[in-house]
């Protein structure tokens, strides 16, 4: 399993996310602190994938479009098309909080137990469960993270195979690339490229460019090679601090490397979004009256 953390306060909010990639599956922790997710605002797929995410927040407040809000602690189960991918017309749902915790997980569709859909609701956990998802929250590890997957099979939530196909130990050339990409999670540097890692990794650009397409098709990453899943966590990156209390667009986009606010627009219109300002409108985290 490979994990890595990182820590950002910006614009009045803040940050903190732990991710874990295994080869069925990916893991996410985060906190997020007066920042808002909102699916609409998910650049539209470009290609398609059987798979689902279990999502859960821990604390916060949960609103499918046109329902009433779920408040924490909560369990759903989305379709790839509802959240890593969505497509135009899906349901979506916000998320938010002044304090608000989250734990994605995201397999094979074969993998999950329970009926998939944002529309049919949250689901019920096991007590078991729950502590194993506090657990994991408050202090994110491997360990923790085995002991959910242990958890969620034991109690009928995913299949059992889900939990045994974690691997104890990678592959030498997955675990060097990692080591270089790991400090770039951990300074959420979702602007760098090829250029700016491959001295650190100590290979040629060609050998680079082929452990990083074979770790990101290994693990399920955003497209089918290292600049397509840098596009997509960048674009994401940015719609997440745009909501910020007191983020402006620019600062946004010096900060996610896009070097300028026309850029952005750029690369907005570029996946089917309004423009950034726009976005910020429908985003930006305000306090509970």
Known sequence: MLWATSHLEFGGGTLRSTVFL??????????????????????????????VHLFVQLSGTFVIAGRPPLHAPCALVLDESEFDRVMPGSLTFRSFGARCTIVELRMPSSDIRRPIGLGLGAIDLDPSVWDAYRALAAEPD???AHRLLTALSATGVVSPELAASVMTHEPDRFQRVWAVLRPLYGNIAVSAGLKDIQPLARLSTRQLSRDLTDLIGTFGLFGGGFREAMRVIRLRAAVLLLSAPDATPSAVARLVGYGSLDAMGRAFR??????PSLVQSEVRFREAP
């Open 142 to 144: 491997d360990q923790g």
């Open 22 to 51: 295994e080869r069925r599956l990916r893991l996410h922790v985060v906190q997020r602190d007066r920042l808002l997710f909102d699916s609409a605002f998910s650049s539209p797929a470009r290609t398609s994938s059987a798979f």
């Open 270 to 275: 570029d996946a089917k979004l309004r423009a």
